[in-house]
Nanobody, 125 residues
Framework: VQLQASGGGLVQAGGSLRLSCAASGRTFRGYTVGWFRQAPGKELEFVSG????????YYADSVKGRFTISRDNAKNTVYLQMSSLKPEDTAVYYC???????????????????WGQGTLVTVSS
């Protein structure tokens, strides 16, 4: 599966953005899709994940209540709606997918074999 992430941009603190992760080559059926981010000088960190089958969602504590992950079956796309953005949310955001992610590994980047190219989110103060 090939992934295309989009939707990043520049936004003021308190604003919102919606990121998209579109799949091509096959559907997301049976996959877990995750969003990760990497801020300048920092390690890659888990943001959110969703089980395509069943729709279970998972969030890092730092984004709970502010970010919402969802899926659109018809468009074979996963969205990350980001609200109440903070300067510390500034990062390159990546979507990733894999068909064999166990629950305990959803937050681990090593659990995902397929990655999108990343989209930059910049939150100004």
């Amino acid at each position: 599966v090939q992934l295309q992430a989009s939707g990043g941009g520049l936004v003021q603190a308190g604003g919102s953005l919606r990121l998209s992760c579109a799949a091509s080559g096959r559907t997301f059926r049976g996959y877990t899709v995750g969003w990760f981010r990497q801020a300048p000088g920092k390690e890659l960190e888990f943001v959110s994940g969703i089980r395509w089958s069943g729709g279970n969602t998972y969030y890092a504590d730092s984004v709970k209540g502010r970010f919402t992950i969802s899926r659109d079956n018809a468009k074979n796309t996963v969205y990350l709606q980001m609200s109440s953005l903070k300067p510390e949310d500034t990062a390159v955001y990546y979507c990733a997918a894999d068909a064999n992610v166990i629950l305990s590994s959803i937050g681990r980047s090593s659990a995902y074999d397929h990655w999108g190219q990343g989209t930059l989110v910049t939150v100004s103060s």
